[in-house]
């Protein structure tokens, strides 16, 4: 039997963590979480499993070591379990209730939640947030039926309870699960001071000319330390459209140029980009100018998103930020996007 507590240490050992308070405050949670899932049925003629445990809700700022404290947490477990970036499940949650309507199902999410629990016990979500009305209308009976078929929900968020769907449409209509989720799962902050993420970025090189194997080789090895290893694709629906990250994890993605730029994508979807991740690569950025107007267009509106929403940027690149788009309409205005690559190579920059 592996606890929690014995994973941490092992990875600080190995000088894969460095030692953080505040996770190690977090740990005694997770662990009572574990434990009581690994208790046997009780003995006797009608044998039972024991009630589920309370979960965890676990929240607090950009890199401060949620993800990998889950990472852990589900890594102990000795029960069936599903490690899923909240936004994604929301996503296949609406596919298959969407599938079941055509089929003729009136109430799609009865067989929708026991599809779920029957496959697993535990639920852990990274990065729970709602910002969208259609999930903010199912999730509180979504989850109702989760608990009540005994799944047991640990995630992380950025946001404390109270703050979910804040301002949205029709809000008070959300409330019960907000009462749901504080009545069901503990609710504690993971109060460090340090943003491990960046910490990770920290003197690192972040953007890499010119594009070609050197660079790539380059952002493998970050790409591996920022993902542990681990990738799955991320889908976002926005008005009707879908917008794929290929390679996604933790709230980081790595695409390529033409995965973002060249496809017909809009404001409207670099600001969901930037709303979901907290890290992006972006690989193969060619020189622009009149024959590729269109894309650099794009590419602007994008590094617009990511600035405002202070994501940070990996990028390999043709030439210099400044050399990027040098001739053609617009040249003169790229020279903010060029300013603002340059400011996201900053060692502060992020968070």
Not at 182 to 209: M, N
Not at 226 to 255: D, T, Y
Request: with cysteine; aromatic share 8%.
């Amino acid at each position: 039997m592996t606890t929690v507590q014995d994973l941490y240490d092992a990875r600080v050992a190995a000088g894969a963590l460095k030692p953080d308070d505040a996770q190690i405050a977090a740990l005694p949670a997770l662990e009572r979480i574990r434990a009581a899932l690994a208790e046997p049925p009780r003995r006797g003629l009608f044998r039972k499993a024991p009630e589920p445990p309370k979960g965890l809700y676990l929240w607090g700022g950009v890199g401060r070591g949620k993800s990998m404290l889950m990472d852990l947490f589900v890594e102990t477990l000795s029960v069936p379990a599903r490690r899923v970036h909240f936004h994604g499940f929301m996503q296949e949650v609406h596919a298959e209730m969407h599938r079941l309507r055509k089929d003729g199902v009136e109430d799609p999410i009865k067989p929708v939640a026991k599809a779920v629990s029957d496959d697993v016990r535990v639920l852990a979500f990274d990065e729970m947030q709602i910002t969208d009305i259609t999930d903010a209308m199912i999730v509180g009976r979504l989850f109702e039926r989760l608990f009540a078929a005994g799944c047991v929900v640990v995630t992380t968020s950025n946001r404390v309870p109270d703050d979910l769907y804040k301002d949205g449409l029709n809000r008070q209509l959300f409330l019960p699960f907000i009462e749901l989720i504080e009545e069901r799962l503990e609710v504690r902050e993971l109060a460090s001071d340090r943003d491990h993420r960046q910490d990770r970025l920290q003197g690192t090189q972040v953007y890499f000319t010119p594009s070609g194997p050197e660079a790539r080789a380059k952002i493998d090895a970050l790409w591996e330390e920022l993902s542990h290893g681990q990738e799955e694709e991320l889908v976002l629906h926005v008005k009707g459209r879908q917008v794929e990250l290929p390679r996604f994890h933790n709230g980081v993605a790595r695409a390529s140029f033409y995965d973002l730029c060249a496809r017909p994508l809009g404001p409207a979807d670099y600001l969901k980009i930037a709303e979901v991740l907290r890290v992006l690569i972006l690989e193969d950025i060619p020189q622009m100018g009149s024959h590729n107007f269109n894309e650099a267009k794009r590419f602007v509106t994008l590094i617009d998103a990511l600035y405002e929403a202070r994501v940070a940027l990996v990028a390999s690149a043709a030439a210099a930020p400044e050399m990027l788009y040098v001739e053609g309409a617009g040249s003169f205005e790229f020279e903010r996007t060029a300013s603002r690559l340059r400011e996201m190579q900053a060692a502060d920059w992020g968070g």
